[in-house]
């Protein structure tokens, strides 16, 4: 009986000493697995750097956001891109509403951030191709009135739109920026997907953003700053103003 017993204890003891041998070789097997995903490019790479330095405190570590700054996983190339060609980003204050800045990083540097964020963080709208010159301008006014200048005036140069937030003037837009803030919808604005507007409507209100920019000021007009109110209305009758010439001056061609 004492023999069985005996027997039955050593049992037990190398089932526990194989058991633990097996959980420790477990362990670092466990430790040596291969990394998730595949590695870095050295583009990538770079911009893991300057994310890290510059961005991981409000975004977190692995973009997926802190009290400071919102996430960033499906948030798009198109946003990046915007965010840091525009300058919003990165942001002093994470309560104040972001605002247009000289860049903190060149073109090579922010593709770096973009491809970054890419691979940890994907999904949202790609930086779309715009082409002003391929628009119609009679179109790109149409759709502007429709769809913009509720919020940033007829003319383009900005507006209040309540809470604190500032619509802002496009005149310092590129074609491209004006893409990419119609696509993935900056801070209160809408985003437009392209069943909304189409990829030949964006190009013409690019197109027109860039012409009232380049032809709202013909004739010496200067406005001083005369308020908001005054201003928003004069920014209206020069946008319809502006509207009708660029009709009459179409329609009369074709
Ligand atoms: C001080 C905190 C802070 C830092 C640093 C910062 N951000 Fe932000 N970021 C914010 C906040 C807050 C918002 C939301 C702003 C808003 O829309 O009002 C934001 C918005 C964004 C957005 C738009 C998200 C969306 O859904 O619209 C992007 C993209 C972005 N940040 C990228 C970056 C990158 C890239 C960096 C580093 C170069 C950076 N940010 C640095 C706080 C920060
Ligand atoms: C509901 C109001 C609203 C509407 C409608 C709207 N926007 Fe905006 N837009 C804003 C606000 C607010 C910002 C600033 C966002 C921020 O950075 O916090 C902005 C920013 C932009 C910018 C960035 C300007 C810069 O600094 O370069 C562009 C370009 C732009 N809008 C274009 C458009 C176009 C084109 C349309 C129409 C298809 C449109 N917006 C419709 C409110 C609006």
């Known amino acids: 009986m004492s023999a069985v017993a005996g027997s039955e204890t050593a049992v037990r003891r190398r089932i526990l000493r194989y058991g633990l041998l097996l959980a420790v070789a477990g362990q670092i097997l466990w430790s040596f697995r291969p990394a998730p995903g595949r ?13 890290e330095a510059n961005c991981s405190t409000c975004h977190g570590l692995q973009a997926e956001g802190s009290g400071s700054g919102p996430s960033l996983h499906g948030v798009g190339p198109a946003a990046v891109d915007f965010m840091l060609s525009t300058g919003r980003m990165p942001l002093a204050d994470p309560a104040a509403q972001p605002i247009r800045q000289p860049p903190r990083f060149d073109p090579q540097e922010i593709a770096a951030i973009v491809a970054y964020l ?25 759709v502007f009135l429709n769809n913009c200048s509720g919020c940033h005036g007829a003319g383009a140069i900005g507006d209040s739109v309540g809470g604190g937030q500032i619509a802002p003037s496009l005149y310092a837009s590129s074609a491209r920026q004006i893409g990419e803030a119609v696509r993935f919808g900056p801070g209160v604005m809408p985003k437009f997907a392209t069943a909304d507007l189409s990829e030949q409507d964006l190009n013409s209100i690019a197109r027109y953003v860039l012409w009232i920019r380049d032809h709202g000021d013909r004739g010496g007009l200067q406005l001083g700053r005369v308020g908001a109110v005054a201003e928003g209305f004069v920014a209206v009758v020069i946008g319809l103003g502006l509207l009708l ?3 009459r001056l179409t329609g009369s061609k074709t």
């Open 39 to 51: 590695a870095l490019t050295a583009q990538e790479a770079a911009g893991r750097a300057l994310y």
């Open 118 to 142: 890419t691979a940890i963080a994907p999904g949202g709208p790609g930086i779309p191709e715009v082409d002003p010159q391929a628009g119609a301008l009679p179109r790109g006014a149409q």
């Open 245 to 247: 010439v660029v009709i």
